[in-house]
């Protein structure tokens, strides 16, 4: 396949990474040379200093040839425009990143299909979307629904006081199969486990789990579950407010904006349940004053990696259970997890993943990148007479890195062990380390 990439910022740059592993022809564009000289001489990643809105430019990258184009630079109207003149110059699909969320409208598709922008994210709000997840379910360090949310990943940090600790995996497998564990990160190591390793305090684990059955997964894990009702953000960013307006009414939240005259906007965009101050969540005075001791929930969404990471250490010292970090510095992601405070957000990662969904050939209707263990999870439709309908489960000599986690047979969930057999059309969670998801996909077809 051939993919232009518009915008060598860290989505760009990250998605063209993934794709030139992959063996794909990128072309990774930018006005600005600087952005295009990080590129190691490892990749096969093609360069061209440009605008993405130049005719004479996008001709020079042969966008008449290209299976792919996508928008990515910091601003949405080039990408719109990019989009729009790459599909009338032959480009066979576009996808956009956009910040307007009545693009994504249901009603508003049809009207940007016909314009040729055929897919579009807008990535602040699938940030939201993620910390709303991450409150309703403090127990958990992430959570990602599949198949229609029939099949649930959880990926949770295993207390000393776990029924697990210390148990090899083929010693559970004998109980009743209520969970399937894909994956074990100890440290800044991610495992996909066989019944030999053993699950050590202080895991993050990550289980797969049929609906009926997902609420004793905080129980085995050693963890209470309670109900988030008092939460305090620091930063009023885009992610910020599109937050407040997920979270339900109920919630009593606390919005904290260290810069004045955006503290008066805020309030004219932010529902009733929200009070705004204008304060720096560092100010271990001001949190103390204003009841950081009784809060359920801190979210630090400030545009800079460090200060969200140190006002969530600090809300830790202050009791407050749950905790979410905005990392959009991919350095400190694995310095973050270390530090225990609790959920990571990364609104590239997320991005990245959604465009990832976007461009792969079978019939993968939902993939995830998981920010703390550099894995992706995919939801992949069996065809008839693929490999991996030959023959049982412990059979298949499945790719290195790759699991599966459960499947959806006929709109019923179950997990998988060794015995299964997959049928055509089974929905299949497939559970991949690195950069396996493209070999995990051959067994499919």
Known sequence: MRIVIAGAGAVGTHLAKLLSAENQDVVLMDADKEKLNFLGSNLEIMTMTGSCTSLKDLMEVDIKEADFFIGVTPDESTNITACLLAANMGAKKTFARIDN????LPKNKEFFEKLGINSMVYPEMLAAKEIVSALKR???RQWIELCDGNILLAGIKI???SELVNKYLFDLSSKDK????????????TIIPTGKDMILAGDIVFFTATKENVNELPVIAGKASFEVKNIMIMGGSRIAIRTCQYLPDS???KLLESDKEKSYQLLEKLPKNVTVFHNDGRNAEF???EGIKDIDAFVAVTGNSEANILACMAAKRFGVRKTVAEVENMDYMSMAENLDIGSIINKKLITVSNIYRFLLSADV???KSLTIANADVAEIIARPNSYVTKKEVKKLTLPKNVTLGGLIRNGEPMMIDGDTL?????????FCLDDTLRDAEKMFH
Not at 101 to 104: D, F, P, Q, T, V
Request: no cysteine; proline share 5%; hydrophobic share 40%.
């Open 101 to 104: 969320y009545e693009y994504l």
């Open 159 to 161: 207390r000393e006081n």
């Open 178 to 189: 209520k969970f399937h564990i894909v994956a074990i990160k100890r440290k800044n190591v």
């Open 138 to 140: 403090p127990w958990v």
């Open 365 to 367: 209707s939902n993939v």
């Open 422 to 430: 997959i049928e055509p059309y089974d929905h299949v969670v497939v």
């Open 251 to 253: 919630t009593n939240i």
């Open 287 to 289: 949190l103390l004053q």
